[in-house]
């Protein structure tokens, strides 16, 4: 059983940031801890609160581009009188990528920022934490979908079983290159409603010419930037007409497509249905 204990928490978060370092210098992310508290004590679980933060951060690190940012920062909230800590990157909204919290077991709230994004942790000074009943697998932080749409969300998992397959294997061999694909699928998803987001706007986030980005990704998934866009675009709207009541034209425009028409054709022409069509027998099986 865990136990929670009564301990200088300042000292606790600086040196798991500071643990942190030298992954992110490794994936050229700038990481740091602030807090204007010297010392405070308070009950909390190590293990499971090291856990919760350690699995945030890396997993923000290896999603975000070169040359990002994260700031850790502790302060004292006089609104609620308990602690919040605040965890803040750079460069890339995160907000839709619900992984990034599903498994940590202090709960993370997100906050969408212009150019990137808020977690934020409430931690009670005169309480004594989380207890390890409250800890489970299947905790719904305020980011995350009720469970019946996880499950959903489960199915839908096989369009993307390939690209996963991909990572996971490259994990093992070639950790960089696992690394190069989560980030561009990352950066394609979080902008996913800007029609304007092409190879160039992959480009530059990437810090990478058009050149260099085509060759390694066509070396990786035999695709070429462009397409590859355009695919997990498909992907998105597929899912979308599947689990929601969204019409095709609003699928359409949270995807990025610029016109209905160009939508219709092209998601035709990927999986040889017209999206109406498809929503509607969709919309017909889910009833039975």
């Not at 030298?22 to 679980?45: G, I």
């Not at 997100?110 to 697998?137: E, K, S, W």
């Not at 397409?227 to 609003?250: F, G, H």
């Amino acid at each position: 059983m865990i136990y929670s204990a009564e301990a200088d928490i300042i000292s606790f978060f600086k040196g798991l940031t500071q643990g942190l370092l030298p992954y992110a210098q490794a994936n050229k992310v700038q990481l740091s801890f602030s807090s204007a508290l010297k010392k405070q004590l308070v009950h909390y679980q190590p293990f499971l609160l090291s856990q919760s933060l350690v699995q945030l951060i890396c997993n923000i690190i290896s999603l975000l581009p070169p040359n990002s940012k994260i700031e850790v920062r502790l302060f004292y909230s006089p609104d609620n009188q308990n602690l919040q800590l605040e965890i803040e990157n750079s460069s890339i909204n995160l907000i839709r990528v619900n992984e990034i919290t599903t498994q940590t077991a202090y709960s993370f709230t997100g906050h969408a920022l212009l150019n990137g994004t808020l977690y934020i942790l409430i931690l009670p000074l005169h309480q004594q934490g989380l207890t390890p009943d409250q800890v489970l697998p299947t905790h719904i932080s305020a980011n995350n979908l009720p469970q019946f749409y996880k499950e959903i969300q489960k199915r839908l998992r096989s369009h993307f079983t390939q690209t996963e397959k991909l990572i996971a294997t490259l994990e093992q061999s070639r950790p960089q290159e696992a690394a190069f694909i989560q980030k561009i699928n990352t950066l394609i998803k979080v902008n996913l409603e800007d029609e304007n987001f092409d190879t160039e706007a992959l480009c530059k986030a990437m810090s990478l010419s058009r050149t260099q980005l085509f060759r390694r990704l066509k070396s990786l998934i035999h695709q070429a930037p462009a397409n590859y866009i355009k695919i997990m675009r498909l992907q998105k709207a597929k899912q979308l007409l599947e689990t929601t009541d969204l019409t095709v034209s609003e699928v359409a425009y949270k995807t990025g497509f610029q016109t209905l028409s160009h939508f219709t054709n092209i998601f035709q022409k990927q999986y040889g249905i017209l999206p109406s069509v498809f929503r509607r027998s969709n919309t017909t099986a889910t009833n039975e």
